[in-house]
């Protein structure tokens, strides 16, 4: 009967937690922020733990199962709907190297030495630090990297062009929002970007997405 108690269990678990996978959506797979971490280890002790234990029934453990996947979902729509909740929750990405500099602070602060940036530079294929304009740690602990312009594939150098400066674009509007932060990065104060938005037919509220580029200006992506 344990044998049976158990079989059934562990299939009941095992739907419950592919129809939470399924209703949470991809990102918990693919972006693995604290937060995920946590929700991952917990739903797994619940089920691993409900197995063995003959009190727990089925109607407990889909009950935990549901209780938990409730608390993730709210956690989630939380983070979509307010930006100063999602760095809260999910903290925020760090440009470790900034034209060509390590950020030193921003290393230590995401607790990171030397050979475990280099690491995570070698999976982008970096080999050098002298390659690097951008670095930006993200949330989930992976880098992305922009190179310098002699560097960019395929290389700039083979084609005998001539250097110049590489931007990285600012990330002005997010989700109807001002990026307050950024602002200091282009020079822009809230009345010049409203005026700049207002030429394209739009308000602050209609905008998904604006980022800033020194060469290209202000490129808006609304709703």
């Given at each position: 009967m344990d044998f049976l108690r158990i079989t059934i269990e562990t299939m009941v678990g095992f739907a419950a937690?592919?129809?939470l996978t399924k209703v949470i959506g991809k990102s918990q797979i693919t972006q693995i922020t604290p937060f995920d971490f946590i929700a991952a280890i917990v739903l797994g002790e619940l089920?691993?733990?409900a197995l063995y234990d003959k009190e727990i029934g089925i109607s407990m453990i889909l009950f935990a199962v549901t209780l938990w996947g409730v608390l993730i979902f709210t956690?989630?729509?939380?983070?979509?709907?307010?930006?100063?909740?999602?760095?809260?929750l999910e903290g925020s990405p760090s440009l470790i190297i900034r034209r060509g500099e390590i950020?030193?602070?921003?290393?230590?602060?995401?607790?990171?030495?030397?050979?475990?940036?280099?690491?995570?530079?070698?999976?982008?294929?970096?080999f050098s630090i002298q390659e690097v304009e951008y670095a930006v740690l993200e949330t989930n602990g992976s880098i992305n990297v922009l190179k310098k312009f002699i560097h960019q594939t395929p290389t700039n150098e083979l084609l005998n062009q001539t250097p110049k400066a590489v931007e990285l674009p600012v990330t002005i509007i997010t989700d109807g929002?001002?990026?307050?932060?950024n602002l200091k990065e282009i020079e822009w104060d809230l009345e010049h970007i409203k005026d700049e938005v207002e030429k394209q037919g739009l308000t602050i509220q209609d905008v998904m997405y604006a980022e800033w580029t020194q060469e290209k200006g202000l490129f808006v992506m609304p709703f």
């Open positions: 937690l592919f129809t089920i691993g733990n956690i989630e729509t939380l983070t979509i709907k307010f930006r100063r909740v999602r760095k809260t950020q030193r602070d921003l290393l230590k602060k995401a607790k990171l030495d030397m050979n475990q940036f280099m690491h995570l530079l070698r999976d982008k294929n970096v929002e001002i990026v307050d932060e």
